[in-house]
Structures are given as structure tokens and as C-alpha cells.
Antibody, heavy 117, light 106 residues
Framework: QVQLKESGPGLVQPSQTLSLTCTVS????????VHWVRQHSGKSLEWMGR???????SYNSAFTSRLSISRDTSKSQVFLKMNSLQTEDTGTYYC???????????WGQGVMVTVSS | DIQMTQSPSLLSASVGDRVTLNCKAS??????LAWYQQKLGEAPKLLIY???SLQTGIPSRFSGSGSGTDFTLTISSLQPEDVATYFC????????FGAGTKLELK
């Protein structure tokens, strides 16, 4: 069955770089896009960026200058790297599969990230 | 950027009630709208896509309607397990989510 699972450090210091991994199973990264979505505690969802099935990427303009998404298809993994972290970047980070129409049909469990010294 | 506005932000209802949640887009998104349910401590779950298509495995008491800029999620008979926050999402241009409607039992 389709599964996505995020992993990464729970605590990052201000000004440092966040590195997260989304490991997928049950589908191929060359057939489906994968998105990264952030959620501040108790708040709404914020789309961050997308790894397309052809390897191209798209980013929310709010993050463009400090966000990078990449992948390793042999390991079924999608990576998020975001630099210059601030306390406002604290939240839960999800990866999600893009469904046939652009909606997100499967989500990972999320990984909570705290930015603090 | 397309903005999504949900109303109300908080809704209290009783078991068995018919419940309606609203979502308004800042421009025409045709039917490129999804609804998600998020229970406390869990990831969002897709309920409705393309404005009115029920995702596999979702109970038929959930339904979606609308097109253009105005959309509705309806729960025909509220159940205790429906307590959650509901988000709408447009995917016509990029992706943006509404602020959510928190649904609680009266």
C-alpha cells in the first residue's frame, strides 16, 4: 500500500539548515509528484514545494530563496533542505503524494521540527 | 496568489445534525478544490477532490459541492468521530489552503 514517512532532526538551531527525508513505498517517484507542506502548531497548512515525477521542482515564492527539494529515485526518497532557519520555522513538516488531479491523496505522519538554541 | 477563506472558523453541532462548512476562493478555480479532515495529532486526510468527488473509503455522509469561487462541505448526519478541523485546498494555480474550520460537539 501507499506510504510516506518523514524523518529528520527534531531540533535545529537558529540560522542552521534543516534537512528532512521523505521515504515512500507503494508507488514510484517517477510516476507521482511529492509535495512538502508545513503546519505551524494549531494553524493552517502551507505548501512549500513540489518534486515532479520528471525530476523538476516548484517552490512557494515565500521559500524560494532558501528551500531546495531533491530526490533519489533508487532509494524512493525525496529530500527537503531549508537554510537560515528562524524560530518561525518551528512546526510540523509533511510530505504528501500528488493525486491524479493535483490534490494530495496520501500524507506522511509528519515530523515535528523545533527551531531553538 | 489565490486566497482561500473558510467559514465559520469554529462550529459547534450535535450528533445527528446536518453540518455545512464553507470555502471561498479569491478567484475562479473552477472545480479544483479538495477538502481534508485533520484530527488532533494526525496528518490531514483527503475527503473530497474535484469539489464533489468522494475519496475511496470516506463515508457517504460527507459530500462536497460548488464551483468557481464558492464551495461547501456537508456532513449529512454528524457523528462523534467527525470532530476535527477541516481544510479546503485549491490546486488550480499552485496550492493554497484555507485557515480551517474546527468542528466540535455541542
Amino acid at each position: 500500500q501507499v506510504q510516506l514517512k518523514e524523518s529528520g532532526p527534531g531540533l535545529v538551531q537558529p540560522s542552521q539548515t534543516l534537512s528532512l527525508t521523505c521515504t515512500v513505498s507503494g508507488f514510484s517517484l517517477t510516476s507521482y509528484s511529492v509535495h512538502w507542506v508545513r503546519q505551524h502548531s494549531g494553524k493552517s497548512l502551507e505548501w512549500m514545494g513540489r518534486m515532479w515525477s520528471d525530476g523538476d521542482t516548484s517552490y512557494n515564492s515565500a521559500f524560494t530563496s532558501r528551500l531546495s527539494i531533491s530526490r533519489d529515485t533508487s532509494k524512493s526518497q525525496v529530500f527537503l533542505k531549508m537554510n537560515s532557519l528562524q524560530t518561525e520555522d518551528t512546526g510540523t513538516y509533511y510530505c504528501a503524494r500528488n493525486g491524479p488531479g493535483g490534490y494530495f491523496d496520501y500524507w506522511g505522519q509528519g515530523v515535528m521540527v523545533t527551531v531553538s538554541s | 496568489d489565490i486566497q482561500m477563506t473558510q467559514s465559520p472558523s469554529l462550529l459547534s453541532a450535535s450528533v445527528g445534525d446536518r453540518v455545512t462548512l464553507n470555502c471561498k476562493a479569491s478567484q475562479n478555480i473552477y472545480k479544483n478544490l479538495a477538502w481534508y479532515q485533520q484530527k488532533l495529532g494526525e496528518a490531514p486526510k483527503l475527503l473530497i477532490y474535484n469539489a464533489n468527488s468522494l475519496q475511496t473509503g470516506i463515508p457517504s455522509r460527507f459530500s462536497g459541492s460548488g464551483s468557481g469561487t464558492d464551495f461547501t462541505l456537508t456532513i449529512s448526519s454528524l457523528q462523534p468521530e467527525d470532530v476535527a478541523t477541516y481544510f479546503c485546498q485549491q490546486y488550480y494555480s499552485g496550492s493554497t489552503f484555507g485557515a480551517g474550520t474546527k468542528l466540535e460537539l455541542k
